[in-house]
Structures are given as structure tokens and as C-alpha cells.
């Protein structure tokens, strides 16, 4: 499954599919981005990041994808579980802004069994 | 120990009322942040220290007041709240000072706030 994180906020997967979230950011200045998952009722949880010299970064089952080009991130979740429900949010690091993180506007994934 | 722990959980309280948030973390992190979170919204920065110093304020309204008594300690004070201030308050904190890019933040659970 895939989604457009901006202008469609949920995304529904079947277990043991891939998960494709995007999200698009505005500011070219912006040189490091994180992805959040936050469950019902905690915190946002750090799943990966990226800094801007990088156009690829793997994790434990998740792989963040940014295009500079045309300001787009990705986040890859292979075979997604139950466990991986949520709301995921990119959040980027703009120049001038200190250690201030923007976030967007988050994508809720649905895992269905 | 990746901690952030916040306290109260949950709380409610009038528009009267005088009341704090606390959060405190042992990373040595010289870093924290108070952020605001509506439902189905994303984070919304409020307020950055760093070392220990107030470095960002997002233009929060005043009956909002944040301390820094040490690095390992944030307050928010709360004083006259509206209905309208209801939220999840997250506290977050860093390696890096507020200055310094590119540094991870680790989010506590979150105090709900309700505001009666």
C-alpha cells in the first residue's frame, strides 16, 4: 500500500505487506529528517532518520528513501504487522530554525489481518 | 536509559486554576523542548532550552511559563488556562543544544490536559 501523506491520512495494508508512507516537504534548506510513529495515548517514537547528503537509509525493516530533487521523503515499512499501527509523521530540520523540528501532517496506517 | 519520563499522566483543572507539568530525563541530553499536540494533529513546538537557557519561544501566550531548574529537569507552569489550551503536552530532549542541528529528539509519553 501506498499513500500521499498530506492528502490522504490513512492507509490501510494487509499483514505481511509493504507500507509505503510519503510525505512531501517545502523547504530546500532543510538538510536532516525524522520519522516518528506514535501510538494511541504515548509519545512519538524515533524510527529513522536521513541527513540531505544521503538519498537512502536502512533499518531494522524500514528504509527511508528522500528525493531532493523533488522534496520528497519516504518511509518503507517490509512485511507490516499489527504492531506497526499508528500515525507515522515526518518531521524535517529547517535552516535557520536552531534544532526545531516541523512536523507533517502524519498518515494513520491500518494493518489489517 | 532512552527516558523521558512526564508527570502527571493526566490532569484537570479549572480556568482558575494554578498548575505544572514536569518532565525529566538522564541522557545527559543539554537540550529540551515543550511541544503541544491536538488530536489528530501533529507536535507543535512551544518552547526550547538549551543549556538550561530559554532558546525558542514560539510565541506561546503567557499563562504558559516554562523553567529549566537544571539539565535534567522542565517544567511548564500553568496559570489561567482556557478550554481551548486542552491538549497532550509532549516534553522532548537532545544531545545537541538548541543552536545545533541534526540531533534526534526522544519524546515523553505526554500529560493530557483537560481544561474545565
Redesign the interface.
Known amino acids: 500500500g501506498e499513500s500521499v501523506g498530506l492528502h490522504l491520512p490513512t492507509l490501510s495494508v494487509q499483514e505481511g505487506d509493504n507500507s509505503i508512507i510519503n510525505c512531501a516537504y517545502s523547504n530546500s534548506a532543510s538538510d536532516y529528517f525524522i520519522w516518528y510513529k506514535q501510538e494511541s495515548g504515548k509519545g512519538p517514537q524515533f524510527i529513522i532518520d536521513i541527513r540531505s547528503n544521503m538519498d537512502k537509509r536502512q533499518g531494522q525493516r524500514v528504509t527511508v528513501l528522500l528525493n531532493k530533487t523533488v522534496k520528497h521523503l519516504s518511509l518503507q515499512i517490509a512485511a507490516t504487522q499489527p504492531g506497526d499501527s499508528a500515525v507515522y509523521f515526518c518531521a524535517e530540520n529547517r535552516e535557520g530554525g536552531g534544532n526545531k523540528l516541523t512536523f507533517g501532517t502524519g498518515t494513520q496506517l491500518k494493518v489489517e489481518l | 536509559d532512552t527516558e523521558?519520563t512526564q508527570t502527571p499522566k493526566h490532569l484537570v483543572m479549572g480556568m482558575t486554576n494554578k498548575k505544572s507539568l514536569k518532565c525529566e530525563q538522564h541522557m545527559g541530553h543539554r537540550?529540551m523542548y515543550w511541544y503541544k499536540q491536538k488530536a489528530?494533529?501533529?507536535?507543535?513546538?512551544m518552547f526550547?532550552y538549551?543549556y538550561e537557557k530559554l532558546?525558542?519561544n514560539e510565541s506561546v501566550p503567557s499563562r504558559f511559563s516554562p523553567e529549566c531548574p537544571n539539565s535534567s529537569l522542565l517544567n511548564l507552569h500553568l496559570h489561567a488556562l482556557q478550554p481551548e489550551d486542552s491538549a497532550l503536552y509532549?516534553c522532548?530532549s537532545?544531545q545537541?543544544?538548541?543552536?545545533?542541528?541534526?540531533?534526534?529528539?526522544?519524546?515523553?509519553?505526554?500529560t493530557r490536559l483537560t481544561v474545565t
Open positions: 523521558v537540550a489528530k494533529k501533529p507536535p507543535e513546538l526550547v538549551s532558546s525558542i509532549l522532548a537532545s545537541a543544544g538548541g543552536v545545533t542541528r541534526g540531533s534526534e529528539q526522544y519524546f515523553g509519553p505526554g
